[in-house]
């Protein structure tokens, strides 16, 4: 990996890992532009009309610049130029007036030989989205309707003159979506810089998988950035840090004010600019539409686990306000007042249709969040209204939410009992909260350690148990309802594992009672409505937790328990349960850097006749035993920095009616 600049989709030089103590806009230096982030809006299988988004953001100095410089015609110039969308076009020196507005032009690309176009160029004008102080933030809304084959669409702006961009299409009626899922992009500590070599190594592998065949969609799972050190600009320096509850109680109160807002504002906004035009994370963003949801990091580490006298207090109201601003300009291309508009509930929840067979679901589940509640009661009866009508075709529905609902509980006491032998409280504590994705999240910031037992961000902490319940059970009579297969895929916890809810057996209802059950044979699993299977991948940047924490964990995963008198809940060695797997290891929690490549296997091929035909059918059963099931490729890293990956492959069956 080396140190030196790269050339960002915008033009702009910036640093490898460029990762800071704090961000502002004196960060930025000279840079005047940022994007395109690439956004997949909505699509529709039943009619296969696809709809995408664009935004680019400038200060009004460049866009003026860039525009006088540029005519619309150029810009569809360097689009009929062809190629393979890995390179620049320089625009022609033609004649015109400059365009009042950016505009955006796109149009298909040959896939037989890549010179020109196989359609005619489309173009859209720029929707001024919001302004902030100089920056404007432009989105450009596009659709296409899926065809029979695969497409890739390549795109120009005329305030990116020097550029284009190409990202892919799934054929309509092939169920040949593939997509990623990454969680937990960025470090918690510049420590770790040097020896995790920042967010490039993993990020390669996304590109080059995407190189090997298409990604057509990057879905983020959460914490996409680490917002923390907001609290080390000049101003919020040390708000944080209290000892004593009056000292907490008075920090609380003090109010927030427009010096306070201007610092906070430029922070997210510069860090954004920065973190999402790195090498390789931005060019992923230009290439391959988006699809996010958000985690505590996006706001700051705990958001919503703290109790009220700090959660409501006028500062952290006023660092959530321009956290949800940003994250919903840059991560969702819209703004607080036109998220119903744009198709988001409950937040930002969303609800998408990858195909005709999958179904994707992204529950905001931070917005309303308080030490009492995940989701409001009214964001579960809408994710069970969309649910509902989904189409007839879809046999899958992944639910991305951001933490795990399924995860080894930790018993803390007892933990920071084992270690207070050969360390210190302060280190006892770190070493357990030290960002290591588990037990985090709790306010020892405002000096509250009494609690470090009662609130836990996780779904099994005793706030949350009960409500983590009622949503298992409302997807599994979903599921056994629609005749659809409930997944949860989550990050958050910085390793790859895999568990699963599935019926317990008749009479079996204590945990003693299922302490050394067997798994259920595949076919079992397969016709049980009960069964949701809970993938894990995070980190694709962070760095592992410590490998006593992973023992510990692995210790409490060990035996299956119930829930709700007749649901069994357990992890499973990854090993054990991949189709395909390349380690020996038989651990329950893989302590490596990972992102996750999700795809439907391709149907079996029609039966043959005769003696050869024959022995060619028995090759075959095993892709026919996976048709209509989903494949989950966690891609980890061997050795952290190296980028060195190998995979595990789990494969979720559809669920068979009786």
Avoid at 1 to 8: D, F, L, Y
Avoid at 82 to 97: C, E, F, I, K
Avoid at 249 to 275: C, G, I, N, S
Avoid at 365 to 376: D, F, I, L, N
Wanted: with cysteine; proline share 8%; aromatic share 8%.
């Amino acid at each position: 990996m080396g140190a030196t600049c790269s050339r960002s989709p915008g033009g702009f030089q910036v640093p490898p890992d460029a990762f800071l103590p704090h961000y502002s806009l004196a960060s930025l230096g000279q840079r005047a532009v940022a994007g395109p982030f690439l956004k997949l809006v909505s699509y529709d299988p039943a009619t296969g009309i696809y709809r995408w988004s664009v935004l680019v953001v400038c200060t009004k100095a460049a866009e003026q610049k860039l525009l006088a410089a540029n005519t619309g015609d150029e810009a569809r110039a360097a689009l009929a130029a062809g190629g393979d969308g890995g390179g620049t076009v320089r625009a022609s020196d033609s004649g015109g007036a400059p365009p009042l507005t950016p505009k955006l032009t796109w149009g298909e690309v040959r896939d037989s030989d890549g010179g020109g176009m196989a359609s005619l160029p489309q173009s859209a004008e720029g929707e001024l989205l919001h302004w902030w102080r100089d920056w404007r933030f432009w989105r450009f809304r596009a659709e296409t309707t899926l065809r029979d084959v695969p497409q890739r669409l390549t795109y120009a702006l005329n305030v990116l003159p020097r550029a284009r961009f190409t990202f892919h299409l799934p054929a309509r009626n092939a169920g040949a979506w593939r997509w990623a899922f990454h969680s937990c992009n960025g470090l918690d500590s510049l420590d770790n810089v040097p020896k995790s070599n920042g967010l490039q190594p993993l990020w390669q592998d996304v590109l080059a998988r995407h190189a090997e065949a298409p990604l057509h969609v990057l879905v983020g799972g959460g914490d996409q950035l680490y917002n923390d050190s907001v609290f080390n600009g000049p101003l919020l320096k040390g708000w944080d840090r209290t000892l004593t509850a009056t000292e907490t109680a008075a920090k609380a109160a003090l109010p927030f004010t427009a010096e306070m807002k201007d610092e906070v504002e430029e922070y997210y906004f510069a860090h954004y600019v920065l973190h999402f035009s790195q090498p390789y994370l931005g060019t992923a963003l230009a290439t391959i539409p988006t699809v996010h949801t958000w985690d505590d990091h996006d706001i700051v580490d705990g958001w919503g686990s703290y109790p009220p006298l700090i959660q409501n207090a006028p500062v952290m109201q006023g660092l959530f306000a321009a956290a949800q601003l940003f994250y919903l300009l840059f991560q969702q291309h819209t703004t607080p007042l036109k998220l119903s508009e744009d198709g988001f509930w409950a937040g930002s929840s969303q609800l998408h249709c990858f195909g005709a067979h999958t179904a994707v679901m992204l529950p905001d589940s931070r917005y309303a969040r308080t030490t009492e509640q995940v989701h409001p009661p009214e964001a579960y009866e809408e994710m069970e209204r969309r649910l509902r009508a989904l189409p007839p075709s879809v046999s899958h529905l992944v639910v991305v939410q951001a933490i795990p609902v399924l995860y080894p509980k930790l018993d803390v006491l007892k933990e920071l009992t084992k270690l207070s032998k050969r360390t210190t409280d302060d280190d006892i504590i770190a070493k357990l909260m030290g960002k290591t994705g588990l037990i985090r999240k709790i306010p020892l910031r405002f000096g509250q350690v009494e609690v470090l037992d009662d609130l836990l961000d996780h779904w099994d902490s005793r706030q949350h148990a009960a409500e983590r319940d009622k949503y298992v059970r409302l997807m599994q009579s979903l599921s056994a309802e629609r005749g659809f297969r409930v997944s949860f895929l989550s990050g958050d916890v910085h390793c790859a594992g895999y568990g699963m809810f599935h019926s317990a057996p008749p009479g079996r209802t204590t945990d003693e009672a299922v302490e050394h059950l067997r798994l259920p044979k595949r076919e079992d699993l397969a016709r049980d409505p009960k069964f949701i299977p809970q993938i894990i991948s995070s980190a694709i940047t962070n760095v592992p937790p410590p490998t006593f924490v992973l023992d510990a964990l692995r210790e409490e995963a060990e035996d299956p328990h119930i829930i709700m008198g007749d649901t069994v809940a357990r992890m499973v060695a990854l090993r054990r349960h991949a189709v395909i797997g390349t380690e020996d290891d038989d651990y329950l929690l893989v302590g490596e850097r990972n992102w996750c490549l999700v795809s439907e296997p391709p149907p079996p091929p029609p039966p043959k006749d005769g003696l050869t035909g024959a022995l060619l059918n028995l090759i075959d059963d095993g892709a026919a035993e996976s048709a209509g099931a989903l494949h989950f490729m966690l891609r980890c890293e061997r050795k952290l920095g190296t980028g060195d990956m190998h995979s595990y492959t789990l494969e979720v069956p559809p669920l068979q009616r009786s």
